[in-house]
């Protein structure tokens, strides 16, 4: 039986995520399912950065920040890109990327 404190990897998008995905969008997380469109070292280091900010931030909390830190770097001019990667919790999981993760 899986470990209920374990994150959940699936590849593909479940059909109900998909009308929200945005084009360029490699990987989701939502709680401790994460969802990628490939198995890749990387990027599950990243989905695993966020599955540790949301148990640690709280569920509420951290997709409230995320959305809003979003919206306040569109304010300030930035891309949507730009405004994406500067997101706290994206730039700490880009950190985890390349630092690994201890799980
Ligand atoms: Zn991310």
Redesign the pocket.
């Known amino acids: 039986m899986p470990r209920a404190d374990l994150p959940r990897i699936r590849v593909g998008f479940p059909w109900w995520l998909r009308p929200f995905v945005m084009r360029g969008v490699d990987g989701i997380t939502i709680g401790r399912r994460i969802y990628v469109v490939r198995h890749d070292e990387i990027l599950l280091r ?1 989905e695993i950065a ?1 599955v540790q900010q949301i148990a640690r931030a709280g569920f509420i909390r951290f997709y409230w920040t995320y959305v809003i830190e979003y919206f306040r770097n569109r304010r300030r001019g930035m891309s949507r890109h730009d405004a994406y990667r500067n997101i706290s919790f ?1 730039r700490e ?1 880009v950190a985890a990327e390349k630092r690994g993760i201890d799980i």
């Open positions: 990243h966020h994206e999981a």
